[in-house]
């Protein structure tokens, strides 16, 4: 199996995993609430027994989050991002609707057939879950499971506005004050940017780059990385020292991105009549990061690192390659057997530094 379609399968079987915990605790919370509240008014019913109603916030926590989160991870989350808003949120409102009768329908029957000690398919039984769904309470269910599948989707969407485990640095506050933390950088920058923005024109130029990002980011997600800043036509990107090394991730992206906007050659040709070509420049060092601004709050880096990542980019036209890296990276990198042969390109001198900088390409 492909190693970022691996990674992508357990990110997404992760996210479902975590909405299905999640949705669990908040329908057994409902449980010992709705418990509660009964146990504090002194309200007692004739022969309840507090298991069954127990065993059916399990069962709808877990349906429910397996096939929410499925819901969401796997088609909803893709219609907020390529849909316009309110056509999506029509779409999810409708699917939504049917999850919470694929998953109420059962356990309403399995608990009142319980209740009753009938079989399930008894006219009583029907009788009585008829009434149920005919009744405020569910509706109250209905909009409750409708607000956290909202927020869940709310969550997931500013998660990937900040970028994976960002958002989690955000609510801890990490960055509140600067921190100095070691950080690997690869500058990403389209080839011919000038002359294709010059073709195409304005408005389609700009659809093209969105097409471009939107094209390239599962390859950044799944190696791991986290998207730095969009600089006109440029990524920048970022990754933690270990997660940057580890399967030489960083180095594995650029190849992916570049392997996938192949793989939609057709689609620009027939689009854009233009194929996307990256060149990348990569470079590891000491950053100071620390969270900066006032109403639009963001987490910056600052340091030499970037700046020299940006000149070896810059490298690439001239030495005729499509990717280029220093040998401090090198010499972090655990490169795959049989998987990347860096070759050296030589000691250079980087446009406004004085120190030379030994390079390599793939």
Known sequence: MNFFMSNRIKSQLRKIFWITVGWTLISIYQYFHVYSVMTYSGISVPGFDPILPLRSSFQVGILGGLMGGSGIVFVWERWLRTRNYGWAL???????????????????FSYQSALLHLPVAHPEVRRV?????????????????LIVTLGTLIVLLVNDKYGPGVFKDFLLGKYFHPKREERIFMFLDLRSSTTIAERLGEQRYFNFIKDVFRHSTPAIQYSKGEIYQYVGDEIVISWKTG?????????RCFFEIQRILKEKAGYYQATYEEVPEFKAGLHYGYVMAGEIGVVKRDIAFSGDVLNTTARIQAKCNELGVNILFSKFLLDKLALPPNSFSPRKIGDMILRGKKQEVVLYTI
Do not use: D, H, K
């Open 129 to 145: 879950v008829l009434e149920r769904f005919l009744s405020l309470s569910q509706l109250e269910s209905y909009l409750f499971w």
């Open 243 to 251: 997660t940057g090394t580890e399967n030489a991730n960083c180095i």
């Open 90 to 108: 029509m779409q999810i409102f409708f699917s939504y609707t049917l999850v919470f009768l694929a998953v109420s329908i059962p356990v309403v």
